[in-house]
């Protein structure tokens, strides 16, 4: 069974970089699925941030795609975020998720999330 | 705003069926059929119910079912259980380069 773990600082001040790691057991990200991230602002739906393929192929949300990275570590199986110049906008459960192998759109496995607050 | 458009809330008695809507455009969910639905109990992971409009996961009861017609798509709950009270998201793949866009979730609640 696949297992995805979020981890992260909980508080970002204004202006600086949110990070973020997702640790996948249960499974390999050198596989066929592309990882992406998934947030949700406090009382606002789901909102696809970006994917990454083990081998360091992105794609972003135009939205958001001149203030984030994305990176892929295979020796540790996980993979990571990075929002820069970050807002109170930015302040949501940020999700790490699975893309299926047919269709990367389909989110077949996703950690539980974890609450990033933007505040100084 | 979310791109999807769901109801906040619907509710039902056990053993009830339910359904709840998601409506998108024909860029998103009109142009394929590539409707996922999700259940998300707070605090833990989603799970993923419904893909392609109508396919269920290995695992997930057949209680659920899924439908498309047009820009609109559906997912029926029936017999519904305690369990079942969680919130639920749609989501489609689109032509535009926002690559998947999801609903603003609904909140079932079991009476």
């Known amino acids: 069974q696949v297992q995805l773990q979020e981890s992260g600082p909980g508080l970002v001040k204004p202006s600086g970089t949110l990070s973020l790691t997702c640790a996948v057991s249960g499974g390999s990200i050198v596989s066929f699925n592309w990882w992406s991230w998934v947030r949700q602002p406090p009382g606002k739906g789901l909102e696809w941030i970006g994917e990454?393929?083990?081998?360091?192929?992105?794609n972003y949300n135009p939205s958001l795609k001149s203030r984030v990275t994305m990176s892929a570590d295979k020796s540790k199986n996980q993979f990571s975020l990075s929002l820069r110049s970050v807002t109170a906008a930015d302040t949501a459960v940020y999700y790490c998720?699975?893309?299926?192998?047919?269709?990367?759109?389909?989110?077949?496995?996703w950690g539980q999330g974890t609450l990033i607050t933007v505040s100084s | 705003q979310s791109a999807l458009t769901q109801p906040a809330s619907v509710s039902g008695s056990p053993g009830q069926s339910i359904t709840i809507s998601c409506t998108g455009t024909?860029?998103?969910?009109?142009?394929?059929?590539?409707v996922s639905w999700y259940q998300h109990h707070p605090g833990n992971a989603p799970k993923l119910m419904i893909y392609?409009?109508?396919n269920r996961p290995s695992g997930v009861s057949n209680r659920f079912s899924g439908s498309k017609s047009g820009d609109t798509a559906s997912l029926t709950i029936s017999g519904l259980q305690a369990e079942d009270e969680a919130d639920y998201y749609c989501s489609s793949y689109t032509t535009s380069s926002t690559h998947v866009v999801f609903g603003g979730g609904t909140k079932l609640t079991v009476l």
């Open positions: 990454i393929y083990h081998s360091g192929s992105t």
């Open positions: 024909s860029s998103d969910v009109g142009a394929y059929n590539y």
């Open positions: 998720a699975r893309g299926s192998e047919t269709s990367t759109w389909i989110f077949d496995y």
């Open positions: 392609e409009v109508s």
